[in-house]
């Protein structure tokens, strides 16, 4: 048998993607580099662990009031460690759809964190009510994204914690601040506009840099 008679096999042909398929496998790849499935889960598990705590009747008493405001702190914590790539700057250079994947994930992840925090209070009484879960939960993952340009996705929910004890603090000494928007009453003007204005700066962040990490990150 001379070298000439050996045949080498063809090249599996590889099914070429329409633009909608190559769009959705990018979509699924980034969802899944910032494990976004395994955050839906832990958004499920507070919407639980809220449902229990409003089942039992716990809001006559001090520290269930302040147990919404720690659910809310949580997903927002779950939601700025979604912000770190694992690919680092190599991905910020060669992805040009990467800030509108950004964009989509920080808004989608927030809706999803306050419509679950919303269904599971329905028909019950939840503490000052949904208008203010939805101001709370959108401004504690506006600080959340933002720490995570400052900090990096991987220790950006440290901020959210911060902010929550500083509120523990302002609800039993009284602070007035709007700035302080978990202490304030559910129809203040001012305090959702913080908390507007501090998630409008969290995803525009996040949108035009991303989380500050790194390729050995």
């Known amino acids: 048998m001379t070298a000439a008679a050996l045949r080498k096999p063809a090249p599996l042909a590889r099914p070429r993607l329409t633009p909608a398929g190559a769009g959705l496998r990018l979509v699924r790849l980034h969802l899944a580099s910032r494990s976004v499935p395994m955050t839906l889960a832990v958004l499920a598990a507070c919407a639980a662990v809220l449902r229990a705590a409003l089942w039992r009747n716990w809001a006559p008493h001090p520290g269930p009031q302040q147990l919404p405001l720690a659910i809310e702190a949580g997903t927002a914590m779950v939601i700025a460690v979604t912000t770190r790539s694992p690919f680092g700057e190599p991905e910020r250079i060669t992805g ?122």
């Open 96 to 217: 040009r759809w990467l800030p509108y994947l950004r964009l989509s994930t920080a808004l989608a992840l927030t809706g999803t964190a306050a419509g679950v925090l919303a269904a599971a209070s329905a028909g019950a009484h939840l503490p000052d009510g949904d208008l203010a879960m939805l101001r709370n939960t959108a401004g504690l993952a506006g600080i959340a994204l933002l720490s995570a340009a400052v900090l990096g996705g991987s220790l950006a929910w440290i901020t959210p914690v911060v902010y929550w004890l500083v509120t523990e603090f302002a609800l039993s000494y009284g602070w007035q601040t709007p700035w302080i928007w978990p202490a304030r009453p559910p129809h203040d003007r001012g305090a959702a506009i913080c908390a507007a204005l501090v998630f409008a700066a969290g995803v525009i962040v996040t949108t035009v840099r991303g989380a500050r990490d790194s390729a050995r990150e």
